[in-house]
């Protein structure tokens, strides 16, 4: 079998599996699956740039998806009443006098002659620059917070169309990865694996406490969408006689179509991102970051900047995760710091890129789909075996009652279990790397 039959049978087999949950539970829930599916393959590149391009061991995946998120809402949420003008305003200044002492600090270092009155120095600038930054920007939070708390008391947003927020969403992914980059790329893999863990844990800790920025966990909800809603769609009589016609319900129909137009939506830039990773991976640029990836010290000795090849590509892969983050929080019309959980944007996104085959963009794609399919359906499915199994049981039975309750955990089980049978039987991936 070819590899082009062999990966159009992957994908076929995907596709039954999304249309048979449509026939055998319901399309809605397909839909839900495609939907997902195709942000998490946009993930899956994301990564598979970072370590399948370049080897480089980024587990702060979460870190990048929130900051999409929240460009979501700075971007497309309309503007509060008031905040602006009670404290917006300093909360700017007290945020530049903060970056105007870490850089003088910079400056200093890099500038004075080592010994006592450097370090003087430096202690002083970062003492006078705190003191200032907290006197101004605690003021300014302070008063942004007081406006409306029970449904505002943040800053809101620039109120421009939530599309504008994707792409703004991977450019300030791209800035943390800069930042961090700067700072975390000379270390070796173990230590960068902690390193970005520990800063993903860092923003979503200032997302969750920071009201001002994005009511913190008491979430924004209500965030614009790209598509229409499905009451305004009810309320056509045009799509409702289309509906009628074809033999849905008109709420049902209207659930359908905007999953459908948000599938349209992510599959386009799914494909854009796919073609642009394609093409890097067959340019010089592409053979040049494998090269670095596969012996660091050779490509150093035939004149390769390595460290500043590593900051490219790890500012590539987190631009393209804050992008897939801006888009799911549009999904779901909310922004909840609290669901950026490291097993869900972390250890999934890793086995996409492990079992679809790391290195490979098609085979990232291809185990995004199938790891979120089962991710979804493990639990129903475990849930109907263990009462299919159970069914000679007794109603009270202690043991019955203990194995359904554990169905939820089916899905941890079923994703060693694939990771096992994957590293086992087709160690490189289900589309392995040329």
């Not at 009462?387 to 109603?395: D, I, K, L, P, Y």
Request: proline share 4%; aromatic share 8%; glycine share 12%.
């Amino acid at each position: 079998m070819s590899d082009t039959t062999r990966n159009s049978v992957y994908f076929a087999i995907v596709a039954l599996l999304i249309i048979g949950t449509g026939l055998l539970q319901s399309w809605n829930a397909a839909l839900f699956i495609l939907n997902m599916g195709l942000i998490s393959a946009i993930m899956a590149l994301g990564v598979n740039l970072q370590w399948g391009f370049a080897g480089l061991f980024n587990v702060g995946i979460m870190g990048f998806v929130a900051l999409g998120g929240l460009a979501t809402v700075l971007v497309s949420m309309p503007p509060v009443d008031g905040a602006w003008s009670a404290g917006g305003l300093r909360i700017l200044l007290g945020l530049g006098l903060g970056v105007m002492s870490l850089v003088s600090t910079v400056l200093l270092y890099k500038q004075m002659q080592p010994g006592r009155r450097r370090n003087m120095a430096i202690i002083a600038v970062l003492l006078i620059g705190f003191f200032a930054f907290r006197a101004v920007f605690d003021g300014g939070v302070e008063a942004v917070e007081a406006i409306n708390p029970a449904n505002a008391g943040n800053i809101g947003g620039l109120g421009l169309p939530v599309l504008l927020a994707w792409p703004i969403g991977g450019v300030l992914a791209a800035g943390a990865a800069w930042i961090i980059g700067k700072t975390a790329l000379g270390l070796r893999s173990d230590y960068l694996a902690i390193a970005t863990l520990g800063i993903a844990e860092i923003i979503i800790a200032v997302m969750k406490n920071e009201d001002w920025m994005a009511r913190g966990v008491k979430n924004v909800i209500g965030l614009p969408r790209p598509v229409p809603y499905e009451i305004e769609l009810q309320s056509s009589p045009s799509f409702v006689a289309q509906a009628q016609a074809l033999g849905f319900d008109p709420v049902t129909a209207s659930t359908l179509w905007v999953k459908l137009l948000y599938a349209g939506l992510f599959a386009v830039v799914l494909l854009i991102l796919f073609l642009m990773a394609q093409a890097a991976l067959k340019s010089p640029w592409g053979r040049m970051m494998r090269a670095i990836r596969d012996n660091e010290v050779a490509s150093e000795a035939m004149g390769k900047d390595v460290k500043a090849r590593h900051l490219q590509i790890f500012i590539l892969g987190s631009a393209i995760c804050g992008i897939a983050g801006a888009m799911i929080t549009t999904l779901d019309g909310q922004l909840t710091p609290t669901s950026y959980q490291p097993l869900r944007f972390t250890f999934l996104v890793w086995l996409m890129v492990i079992v679809g085959g790391s290195g490979n963009n098609l085979g990232a794609v291809l185990g995004g789909f199938v790891i979120w399919f089962f991710w979804v359906q493990v639990e129903p499915m475990g849930h109907a075996l263990l009462t299919f199994v159970t069914s000679g049981m007794a109603e009270d039975n202690a043991l019955r009652a203990h194995l359904l309750e554990s169905a939820a955990h089916m899905r941890l089980l079923t994703m060693g279990v694939i990771l096992l049978c994957v590293l086992r039987f087709s160690p490189r991936g289900l589309i392995p790397e040329k």
